[in-house]
């Protein structure tokens, strides 16, 4: 089946440690985002890609990182730099010439 | 500034009743509009989408318009069921924007037996 998996769902980390989390795609998909979601907010950008090797920051890169060396993979590093790094991270493709995104079941993040 | 505004109060509604949306925006020029909709822990799955020159659109018991002169778009869900109760989320693409999405901050809805 294709579609889009994030890992791990649930994580926990301390102040001051940098995580990553994997996003991978299987939907021959060019363009892969990175949100953020907090409650009582919209989902935030924070970083994208639509194509490999080549991203562009969103609304609110700072503290993240990404990197896009293979079409289905589009991991997200949330660095120490991150003041409020505790959110619902969603990952989500899809192909340049339609609009419509096709997410994944999301991580959560917790820092300790 | 730019603004997608969704009605933050939750929404409840009887069974069979018709739910509707609200989605408004101010100082976008907008390419196209869509509709999520979003279960607690998940991610969202798409709906509908809605380009500017279209006044309505529907899919099954879904119907969506888009008033760009009145800067809003309503959601409708007619027979509504208790499988219907998720937070929708709307999320506007501008001319010009490379087909980014900004999204609402979603309303909660709740179809009560």
């Known amino acids: 089946d294709g579609g889009i998996t994030q890992s791990p769902k649930y994580l926990f980390r301390k102040e001051g440690q940098n995580v990553t989390l994997s996003c991978e795609q299987n939907?021959?998909?060019?363009?892969m985002y990175w949100y953020r979601q907090d409650p009582g907010q919209g989902l935030r950008l924070i970083y994208y890609s639509q194509i490999v090797n080549d991203f562009q920051k969103g609304d609110i890169a700072e503290g993240y990182s990404v990197s896009r060396e293979k079409k289905e993979s589009f991991p997200l590093t949330v660095t120490s730099a991150q003041k409020n790094p505790t959110a619902f991270y969603l990952c989500a493709s899809r192909t340049l010439n339609t609009g419509e995104l096709f997410f994944g079941e999301g991580s959560r993040l917790t820092v300790l | 500034s730019q603004k997608i505004e969704q009605n933050s109060e939750a929404l409840n509604i009887q069974e069979g009743k018709t739910a509707t949306l609200t989605c408004n925006y101010t100082?976008?020029?907008?390419?196209?509009l869509q509709w999520y909709r979003q279960d607690p822990g998940r991610g969202p799955v798409f709906l509908l989408l809605?380009?500017?020159?279209?006044k309505e659109k529907r899919k099954e018991r879904l119907k969506v318009t888009f008033d760009t002169t009145l800067k809003q778009s309503l959601f409708h869900i007619t027979a509504s069921q208790p499988a219907d109760s998720a937070t929708y989320l709307c999320?506007?693409?501008?001319?010009?924007?490379?087909?980014?999405?900004?999204f609402g901050t979603g309303t909660q809805l709740k179809v009560e037996l």
């Open positions: 100082n976008y020029s907008p390419a196209y």
């Open positions: 809605i380009r500017e020159n279209e």
């Open positions: 999320a506007l693409a501008v001319t010009g924007g490379g087909n980014k999405l900004t």
């Open positions: 939907l021959n998909h060019d363009a």
